[in-house]
């Protein structure tokens, strides 16, 4: 796992983090506005 402050961190480790990082961000938040905004009709 990526830690800022870790000495070991490669490029595979931040970008295996930021694989991560981007996918639940776009299946969670995303989507959590999503259906906010769907409801309101802006969509």
Do not use: C
Request: aromatic share 12%; glycine share 6%; no cysteine.
């Amino acid at each position: 796992m990526f830690e800022p402050e870790a000495e070991d961190n490669t490029p595979e480790n931040v970008l295996a983090f930021l694989k991560e990082w981007l996918v639940n961000h776009i299946m969670g938040t995303d989507k959590q506005y999503a259906a906010y905004l769907s409801e309101r009709g802006a969509g």
